[in-house]
């Protein structure tokens, strides 16, 4: 699986937008960018995926680059409640293929 | 909804035991994970599988089994248990026709003594 890269850590105003960048410039053709979320004293959640176009959801939108080489999670409104690590990772969606997690970006929300 | 049920939250053990986490799934998922977390490390990959009686090592697999008898039930395995494996142990699963969709448990935090 691709190596993805991400800040360690980024601070955003309650109420603000949210965009946590992610690096994948190794991802191949068929691979899918997933994000996951974990929130203090829980284990990680699913977010989005996507593969080419953007993609959204009622928790987040998905802006994906078009050489795929990066990709941006967008919060558009952060509440006390985002406060949590965001994982990055790139896959294929088929398969046995191991699937690891790096350090992610530890997300702080200011009141 | 999907549940991965991990068999303890809390786990406290002496150096040398032998233990054994469990992991339980109700969605008839292929993959099932055992990661480990540690402050500062991230998420590691420990085992996987992604069928019944088969198993991958992952990143770390050093001091680890694991055995899957059942499809539903995913077992990780710390032969001699050291200080050094004191952590959070995190189970997860997903179908192999989505294996970027995971579907994680509560955690299981053992300490060793």
């Known amino acids: 699986d691709a190596k993805t890269t991400q800040p360690n850590s980024m601070e955003s105003n309650e109420e603000e937008p949210v965009h946590l960048p992610c690096n994948h410039s190794?991802?191949?053709?068929?691979?899918?960018i997933h994000w996951y979320r974990q929130l203090p004293s829980q284990g990680p959640e699913y977010v989005i995926h996507?593969?080419?176009s953007n993609v959204n959801n009622r928790m987040a939108s998905l802006a994906i680059a078009e050489d795929r080489k990066s990709s941006t999670l967008i919060l558009h409104r952060a509440t006390l409640r985002d406060a949590a690590v965001y994982y990055c990772?790139?896959?294929?969606?088929?398969?046995?293929?191991?699937?690891?997690f790096g350090t992610g970006t530890r997300l702080t929300i200011i009141p | 909804d999907v549940k991965v049920t991990q068999s303890s939250r809390y786990l406290v053990k002496r150096t040398g035991e032998k233990v054994f986490l469990e992991c339980v799934q109700d969605?008839?998922?292929?993959?099932m994970f055992w990661y480990r977390q540690d402050p500062g490390l991230g998420l590691r990959l420990i085992y996987f599988?992604?069928?019944?009686?088969?198993?991958e090592k992952g990143d770390i697999p050093e001091g680890y089994s694991v055995s899957r008898e059942k499809k539903e039930r995913f077992s990780l395995i710390l032969e001699s248990a050291s200080t050094n494996q004191t952590s959070m142990y995190l189970c997860a699963s997903s179908f192999f026709s989505r294996a970027g969709k995971l579907f994680f448990g509560s955690g299981t935090q053992l300490s060793v003594l």
């Open positions: 190794t991802i191949s053709g068929t691979d899918y």
């Open positions: 599988s992604y069928d019944v009686k088969m198993k």
């Open positions: 969605m008839d998922h292929e993959n």
């Open positions: 990772i790139v896959l294929s969606n088929f398969g046995n293929e191991k699937l690891t």
């Open positions: 996507g593969l080419t």
